[in-house]
Nanobody, 125 residues
Framework: QVQLVESGGGLVQAGDSLRLGCVASGRTFSRYSMGWFRQAPGKEREFVAARRGSFGNSDYADSVKGRFTISRDYVKDTVYLEMSGLKPEDTAVYYC??????????????????WGQGTQVTVSS
């Protein structure tokens, strides 16, 4: 049974940093692309960042470039999202996702096969 479990969310102030983690289990994910999405209240879920499998490259949404960094521990099947310079508009539920589809659009939700339950990040002004 595949599971993605996020952790690390919380309440922080604007300008603070936070690290989210997502542990994948149920199979080996080294070849999977792993991504982070977020959904703010009243808005659609949006792409944040992704890291392709097999030590592939990373992609970021323009809104987080230069502030967020995605990384992976291929031994632990864990993906991290380091967030710095947080802004109130970063407030959302953050979801981890895994994709087995090769050469897929990493920013497209439809590319992902598995999702975590989400972790809340709240940034106060």
């Amino acid at each position: 049974q595949v599971q993605l479990v996020e952790s690390g969310g919380g309440l922080v102030q604007a300008g603070d940093s936070l690290r989210l983690g997502c542990v994948a289990s149920g199979r080996t994910f080294s070849r999977y692309s792993m991504g982070w999405f977020r959904q703010a209240p009243g808005k659609e879920r949006e792409f944040v960042a992704a890291r392709r499998g097999s030590f592939g490259n990373s992609d970021y949404a323009d809104s987080v470039k230069g502030r967020f960094t995605i990384s992976r521990d291929y031994v632990k099947d864990t993906v991290y999202l380091e967030m710095s310079g947080l802004k109130p508009e970063d407030t959302a539920v953050y979801y981890c996702a895994a994709s087995a589809q090769r050469n897929s659009d990493s920013a497209n939700e439809a590319s992902y096969d598995y999702w975590g339950q989400g972790t809340q990040v709240t940034v106060s002004s």
